[in-house]
Nanobody, 123 residues
């Protein structure tokens, strides 16, 4: 059974930074693309970023391009999301998910989800 655990969320001021981690256990994820998603209160879940199995290809939502960076360490079975220049509109619960394919996609094909970590951007 694959388990995903997100960590690194918290309260940060606008303009600040956070690094989220998504640690996988139970099964190997080295052949799978992994994505980060977020859901704010009253809004639908949206894809934030994804990374291919090799780490050679990434994709970002327009709202986070230039501010967020996704990376992965397959040896540690961990994916990271470095979030800089945070804005209040980035406030949401952030989830990581494993895709059933090796290539990146922000919308479809995700089968395993973590429980999420809260990110709050406020002064």
């Amino acid at each position: 059974q694959l388990q995903l655990v997100e960590s690194g969320g918290g309260l940060v001021q606008p303009g600040g930074s956070l690094r989220l981690s998504c640690a996988a256990s139970g099964l190997s994820v080295e052949h799978a693309a992994i994505g980060w998603f977020r859901q704010a209160p009253g809004k639908e879940r949206e894809g934030v970023s994804c990374i291919s199995s090799s780490g050679g290809s990434t994709n970002y939502a327009d709202s986070v391009k230039g501010r967020f960076t996704i990376s992965r360490d397959n040896a540690k079975k961990t994916v990271y999301l470095q979030m800089n220049s945070l804005k209040p509109e980035d406030t949401a619960i952030y989830y990581c998910a494993v895709r059933l394919f090796s290539v990146c996609d922000l919308f479809h094909g995700y089968a395993y989800w973590g429980q999420g970590t809260q990110v709050t951007v406020s002064s």
